[in-house]
């Protein structure tokens, strides 16, 4: 296993490998824990949780190297996560990373937990920005953060996560007009492109068309990823870092599987809202590496 990684600054691909088993780990047993939760997107979008936060952001830290939470996000990189109900996976990071005791994802939904179904800035959960889960409002809140950072002169990246059925909001696109209009190249916006939604196929419930080429219609410059290959998500979060500074926003287009590591969860949207019963968790944890111990 793994040494304590509350006071790590930066890892290795293999590392990050390691910690992104543990972490769907944490997400199945979160949710069958209470049999409610939302694993599919959680376990898609893993492995880039995982890079931002062990290797990709700079984030604040005390003279031990242990990481502080800062609400005003002021000297660091900020994330977001618009679409809120992947919320497991964001709290496995969170609390993986050392923003809070790993013990506490056993509270995940329960009455009176700082860990609720949909983040929420009302529990003074460290790591936790905005209140998230009314989809399409999460790359607005970005916006602002990052126009505050370069009105402050302050040159760390901000970075959110939508979902590709959150595409469908009009508010996304209103936020997608803004932010390169203020040429807010300090943002990396990040859809994760699984192609399922809560109704479905997201090409049939409503098709997105080509999301990339709409982006570049409104003034971003568009990267993509396979959002499941760590060193794919290592590299491309590295070019999109690269690529700020000049003028132009970045928006990557992450393609995932929803479900990534449990195999009878993978190429369905039916995991998308949906706990494992008994059996389902001891077949997948099966096929997950425990790497950091079970909280």
């Not at 952001?57 to 996000?73: A, E, Q, W």
Request: charged residues 20%; glycine residues 10%; contains cysteine.
């Amino acid at each position: 296993m793994l040494t304590s990684l509350q006071k790590v600054k930066r890892m290795k691909t293999d590392e990050l490998k390691k910690v992104a088993s543990q972490v769907r780990r944490d997400i199945v047993r979160m949710v069958h824990g209470v049999a409610s939760g939302h694993p599919g997107g959680s376990l898609g979008c893993t492995d880039l949780l995982v890079s931002l936060y062990f290797q990709t952001m700079n984030l604040k830290t005390d003279d031990s190297d242990s990481v502080v939470f800062d609400m005003s996000g002021t000297g660091e990189d900020m994330f977001f996560l618009s679409n809120g109900h992947i919320s497991p996976v964001l709290y496995s990071v969170l609390a993986r990373r050392g923003y809070f005791p790993v013990s506490e994802l056993a509270t995940f939904r329960k009455l009176d937990s700082r860990l609720q179904g949909h983040p929420a800035t009302a529990e003074h959960l460290p790591g936790i920005r905005i209140a998230s889960g009314s989809l399409g409002q999460g790359l607005s809140a970005a916006a602002g953060a990052a126009y505050g950072k370069k009105i402050r002169k302050d040159n760390h990246r901000v970075y959110c996560l939508m979902g590709d059925g959150e595409q469908q909001e009009g508010q996304i696109w209103e936020a997608a007009a803004f932010i390169p209009h203020r040429k807010l190249d300090n943002l990396i916006a990040i859809i994760d492109f699984n192609g399922q939604q809560i109704d479905g196929p997201t090409d049939v419930v409503l098709n997105n068309r080509d999301l990339g080429a709409k982006y570049e219609a409104f003034g971003w410059k568009v990267l993509h990823m396979d959002g499941n290959d760590m060193d794919d998500v290592v590299t491309t979060l590295a070019k999109a870092h690269a690529a700020g500074g000049k003028g132009v926003p970045v928006c990557i287009i992450m393609k995932t599987e929803m479900g990534q590591g449990v195999d009878f969860m993978m190429h369905t949207h039916k995991w998308h809202g949906t706990a494992p019963n008994n059996e389902q968790l001891t077949a997948a944890l099966a096929q997950l590496d425990e790497t950091l111990g079970d909280y």
